[in-house]
């Protein structure tokens, strides 16, 4: 009776692993297009780009088409807008773009074909929603939308399904040719079926939250649009804290989970082809930078359970920046990264398989913003699905909301299939 179960359980764990592989390679069938050729060429098919927001990811996209379009890709930035009119025109004097005081007027603009939106996370879907509406493709920075709009992101979801728009969020990890090489040893089963994942993000400083704040003594007015920045969040009293360094309020962003795991999180997702986790919990909190009135956590850990039999440890420390290396463990081994660089790559990969010596495997940190846009422009003339599609940015959502409300309400977070929304209990 002992050997025959035993027998039935290696067959059930062999059945396992072949279905754990097959849901890797669906889950990453699109990797393939950021390698493709540039995307076809001609006199009378040139793009013209608008962007919402040219703050510092804003204006790091203006350059990254900047670049491309003195590569010779056939492309032209028609207009910026931005809630602050001298950062606006500060992107529009190096552009020669028009400028809109209105993202709803730029969206109106015949001549601009696809949006680029980097404007604080609050904005990014009702701003992608209007977008669509509009007629344009669609480049939306991550995270896709606040931690408080999952049921917005779904609807998001839908409608760009509904309208037949290209949409690519900005998770450029998925873009990389690096993180193939990752999936392709698991598919080989080079470290048996992975189960436990850990990664961490960890700097000393938070500048990240604390922006710098060009004008101390800015005010509402024509030049600095307060309601138009506030979008759907709390109507409160204006402060220049919150208008420059919104990341560290609560209302407009989520601190580590939302700002910075996306960039650690993303990567494994669609090399793993995991799905939504099903349950989340999280711990952390304010332990070094209490001051200036910051309200997200600078420290803050996340474990996620998928339905797919998979852990995902992710930690996080804004008072120190002593890496330790990341590791995918399966039940025959083991992969580690060594000096990554998230959503690019690292310099070497260390495979440790059970009874043989470590195997050292070259890595590479290609640019794969560029990747990722190369990808997303390409997909607006086929009318492919991009690699980073509103339907994988829906899935990192949810997870991010899952820790968010984990975490403010000291509760495990699950998540519903049937009525797609986060239970807490």
Known sequence: MKDKNRKGSESRDISTRREFLKTTAAGMGMAGLASRPSFPQSPNDRLGVGFIGVGGRGMSHVKTLTEMIEQGVNLKIVAVNDAYGPRMRAAAEKTKAKTYARHQDLLADKEVDIVCISSPDRLHVPQAIDAIRAGKDVYCEKPMGHWTQLQLSGQFQEETRKLNR???VGNQGNSSSFWPKIRDLIQKGTIGRPQHVQAGFYRFGDWGERMPIPDAKAQPGPDLDWEAFLGDAPKVPFTVQRFFSWRMFLDYAGGPCTDLFPHVYTPFLSTLGLKIPSLVSTSGGIFKYDDYGREVPDTFNMCLDFPERV????????ANSYMTEPAIRG?????????????????????HRRGAQPEVIPGEKPNSTLAHWKNFLECVRTREKPISDVEFGYRVQAALSMGMLSFLQKKVARFDPTQREVVLG
């Open 166 to 168: 290209v949409v690519q």
């Open 311 to 318: 852990s995902v440890v992710l930690v996080c420390t804004l």
């Open 331 to 351: 039940d025959e081994g083991t992969i580690t990264l060594q000096n990554p660089v998230w959503e690019v790559g690292c310099d070497t990969v260390t495979l």
